[in-house]
């Protein structure tokens, strides 16, 4: 059942160096109604998970402040768990809206697990994030984490999306770190917004009964919680999709927001 957020049409901001938070995009709008949305796919410099974190936060600042200029932002979605890891809290200085990011549910991985053997799923700039490495450091004593970094992943996430068929061998090579081991993880925390695109797809090639994980409900939970603090409403009436680069990907990535409630698709230079 969906909640109404506010009695007034709220614009949410979602950003992602590509497509990955669409699935962010969707929990939302399985949830919530009355809400406009601006989608920024900044593949000028897709992938984020390669790049440093200083490099993460400037540009973050960047765009924030570049689409803040012209729309009045009820609240920001940074919609990547690597920008995410690698801007938190810094970000939240800059901005007088409220800013939410997306952070591998470790916590949530341990409530789960059976066999104590928990495999995080992520880039490797998040996986190199010092909080990150601290908290898997924690939960050492009692908890086994497998951590795997695949920027292929990421891509192969994408061409699912814009309608390319999958080699599930493919994607099976990427875990075979993971397949070496005594006792395969029985829960997986998928660290990046683009692995719920290929849920599918892991469910087939991993062992069964995987629990998967991600950080769908502590959206929700945390835009629950932030309705008293929204102070900008908005008489949007459109969804908008905003890239910041030409690529051969452009006009399938064009239609595939078109066909999903997208109104307006369009360049801009940031």
């Known amino acids: 059942m969906k909640k109404n957020l506010l009695e007034s049409k709220i614009t949410i901001f979602i950003f ?19 809400v406009n949305f601006i989608y920024l796919l900044d593949n000028k410099y ?20 570049k689409i803040s200029y012209y ?52 880039t490797d700039t998040t996986l190199k994030n010092l909080q990150i490495k601290k908290k898997i450091k924690f939960f050492s004593k009692n908890y086994t984490i497998e951590t795997l970094s695949s920027k292929k992943l990421v891509f192969l996430a994408e061409k699912k999306l814009l309608g390319y068929k999958l080699i599930l061998n493919e994607i099976k090579k990427i875990f075979v770190s993971w397949f070496n ?34 950080s769908k409900k502590d959206i929700i939970i945390n835009l629950i919680n932030l ?11 459109q969804n908008i999709v905003f890239y910041t680069q030409q690529n051969s990907y452009i006009k399938k990535t064009k ?14 230079k940031i």
Do not use: M, W
Not at 17 to 34: A, C, D, H
Not at 255 to 265: D, H, K
């Open 16 to 34: 992602d160096s590509g497509l990955g938070g669409v699935t962010i995009l969707k929990y939302i709008k399985e949830v919530f109604f009355n």
């Open 46 to 65: 897709f992938p984020y998970g390669n790049k440093s974190q200083h490099f993460i936060l400037q540009r973050l600042i960047q765009i924030l402040k």
């Open 71 to 122: 729309y009045n932002i009820s609240l920001a979605i940074i919609a990547c768990n690597t920008a995410s890891v690698s801007s938190f809290p810094q970000i939240k200085k800059y901005f007088n809206f409220p800013i939410l990011g997306i952070f591998p549910v470790i916590n949530l991985a341990i409530k789960n697990t059976q066999n104590k053997i928990i495999g995080l799923l992520a």
């Open 181 to 214: 081991l005594t006792k395969f993880p029985d829960t997986i925390i998928l660290g990046c917004t683009h692995f719920p695109l290929i849920i599918n797809e892991l469910k087939v090639i991993l062992p069964k009964n995987i629990k998967f994980v991600d």
């Open 227 to 237: 309705e008293k603090k929204i102070k900008f409403v908005s008489n949007q009436k």
């Open 255 to 268: 239609l595939y927001f078109l066909n999903n409630g997208f109104n307006s698709f369009q360049e801009i």
